[in-house]
Structure formats: structure tokens, C-alpha cells
T-cell receptor
Framework: GDSVTQMEGPVTLSEEAFLTINCTYT??????LFWYVQYPGEGLQLLLK?????DKGSNKGFEATYRKETTSFHLEKGSVQVSDSAVYFC??????????FGQGTELSVKP | DAGVIQSPRHEVTEMGQEVTLRCKPI?????LFWYRQTMMRGLELLIY????????DSGMPEDRFSAKMPNASFSTLKIQPSEPRDSAVYFC??????????????FGPGTRLTVL
């Protein structure tokens, strides 16, 4: 079945460091891909999305490119801030009309 | 835009009691989803509705769980009787097909349920 695999956390970085959170997927066809972010005590918020191969989603300094050849959608940010500390979820929208989530990666940014 | 509204935000109850969680989707959205989040199992889709009709309830763990959507602006998730293993954060989300794209879901803040 369809699935999403993320790198395990927690990921701990210093402020202004470069961030990469890896995400790979298995799915039928070419699903839309998403990154959601969950701040402590809150619900999930859409961070960015990409709907077809080679699309780049971007928001708030975060970027991810839909790579069909490697079935990946890695999240990157050039300079993280303390306020970026949260749990990040990679997800795909499958042909059955469901969002399939990865297990989440906790990011902790230290000043 | 008020976003997806859930109530209560926190619920503590004793085993065997009935629990009802409530959700108000974003106005105009025609899809509504209920998820459960635990450390062990991550985010699980329990059930979703389209135009108030349940479409897929294959994620509902057992008969103790039931969900209803009597109108476009309200849904409930009920657990009766509740058990300690039901302790989790329950999220409601909604989406719409107005632009032909219904893949973006908007989540509520969640209800943290603790069953003692």
C-alpha cells in the first residue's frame, strides 16, 4: 500500500544552521505531496505542497522539490530559527482520496 | 476565517464513560476527516465524510467508536464505553472541492483525551 517514510528524529540544530529532513514515498501514480508542521499543543498546519514531478513547494523559507525518479520530497531550509522548533510531517494524497502521513520528525533549534 | 473548531480542547474521563468530541469545519468545506494521534501509531485516519455522508470508516478501531455529521457545519465522534487505550489527541480536518483540488486539509487544534 501507499506509504511515507521520514528520517527519524529528534533533529537538534543550532540557530542559523541548514536543515534537511528526508522524506520518501511509495504510491500508485503521481500523488500530491505535502509537508505539514505541528507546533507544540497545536494542530497540523500546511507548510507547503507540490502536485507534480519537479514542482517546488516553498513557504516561510522552507522548500521541497517533488523528485519522481527518487520518489522523494525532502524538506530544506537554509537558516533555521528557534521558532521553527516543531514536528514536521511529510504526507501524500493517494488515489483513494486519503492523506497518508509519515511518522513525523521532531526538530529542536537551540539559540 | 475561523478555521476548524474543536471542542473540548481537553477531556479527562474515567474508563467506561461516554465521550463526545465535537467539530465545526470551515464554512463551505464539503469534506470532513477525523484523525487520532498517538506516540505509538502516529496519525491515523478514522473516518471521513463528503457532503455529510460517511465515505470511509475503515479506520474506526471498533464498535465503541461512532461518528456522525448531521449537517454541513457540525460533526461528532463518540466513544462508548471509553477505555484507557483510547487516550490520544483527536483531530478534525476539513477540505473542499471548490477549485477542483481537495487534497489540502485544514486541521483543528485537536482534543486531548485522557481516559483513566
Amino acid at each position: 500500500g501507499d506509504s511515507v517514510t521520514q528520517m527519524e528524529g529528534p533533529v537538534t540544530l543550532s540557530e542559523e544552521a541548514f536543515l534537511t529532513i528526508n522524506c520518501t514515498y511509495t504510491a500508485t501514480g503521481y500523488p500530491s505531496l505535502f509537508w505539514y508542521v505541528q507546533y507544540p499543543g497545536e494542530g497540523l498546519q500546511l507548510l507547503l505542497k507540490a502536485t507534480k514531478a519537479d514542482d517546488k513547494g516553498s513557504n516561510k523559507g522552507f522548500e521541497a522539490t517533488y523528485r519522481k525518479e527518487t520518489t522523494s520530497f525532502h524538506l530544506e531550509k537554509g537558516s533555521v530559527q528557534v521558532s521553527d522548533s516543531a514536528v514536521y510531517f511529510c504526507a501524500l494524497y493517494n488515489q483513494g482520496g486519503k492523506l497518508i502521513f509519515g511518522q513525523g520528525t521532531e526538530l529542536s533549534v537551540k539559540p | 476565517d475561523a478555521g476548524v473548531i474543536q471542542s473540548p480542547r481537553h477531556e479527562v474521563t474515567e474508563m467506561g464513560q461516554e465521550v463526545t468530541l465535537r467539530c465545526k469545519p470551515i464554512s463551505g468545506h464539503d469534506y470532513l476527516f477525523w484523525y487520532r494521534q498517538t506516540m505509538m501509531r502516529g496519525l491515523e485516519l478514522l473516518i471521513y465524510f463528503n457532503n455529510n455522508v460517511p465515505i470511509d470508516d475503515s479506520g474506526m478501531p471498533e464498535d465503541r467508536f461512532s461518528a456522525k455529521m448531521p449537517n454541513a457545519s457540525f460533526s461528532t465522534l463518540k466513544i462508548q464505553p471509553s477505555e484507557p487505550r483510547d487516550s490520544a489527541v483527536y483531530f478534525c480536518a476539513s477540505s473542499f472541492t471548490g477549485t477542483g483540488v481537495r487534497d489540502t486539509q485544514y486541521f483543528g487544534p485537536g482534543t486531548r483525551l485522557t481516559v483513566l
